[in-house]
Nanobody
Framework: VQLQASGGGSVQVGESLRLSCSVS??????MGWFRQVPGKEREFVAV????????DYADSVKGRFTISRDGAANRVYLQMNSLEPEDTAVYYC?????????????????WGQGTQVTVSS
């Protein structure tokens, strides 16, 4: 399984970005988005189940971010609205061989490279 994240950039407070993660190889995984800032541990952002019907979000992004997946295109998206400076981080997509909605980074076996998101006030 190979993951490729894209879509990061620099925006102003309140603006939106959509991150995309392309998945090659086996695609029957729960897919998650995580983020990390220097000096801190990787933080859970959102996860979507294998069938795309169930999702879970960190409290800090609930109501602002939406995770979705396009099975035909083998892509997972993270729509980020109302961005705040605290959302500034490197964002990673990850795949977990799980029927649940794992939040822990250690439960995700495959990782893409990160994409930088910078939100300026």
């Amino acid at each position: 399984v190979q993951l490729q994240a894209s879509g990061g950039g620099s925006v102003q407070v309140g603006e939106s970005l959509r991150l995309s993660c392309s998945v090659s190889g086996r695609t029957s995984y729960a897919m998650g988005w995580f983020r990390q800032v220097p000096g801190k541990e990787r933080e859970f952002v959102a996860v979507i189940g294998e069938n795309g019907y169930r999702t879970d979000y960190a409290d800090s992004v609930k109501g602002r971010f939406t995770i979705s997946r396009d099975g035909a295109a083998n892509r997972v998206y993270l729509q980020m609205n109302s961005l705040e400076p605290e959302d500034t981080a490197v964002y990673y997509c990850a795949a977990a061989y799980s029927l649940g909605l794992p939040r822990a980074a250690r439960d995700h076996a495959y990782w893409g490279q990160g994409t930088q998101v910078t939100v300026s006030s």
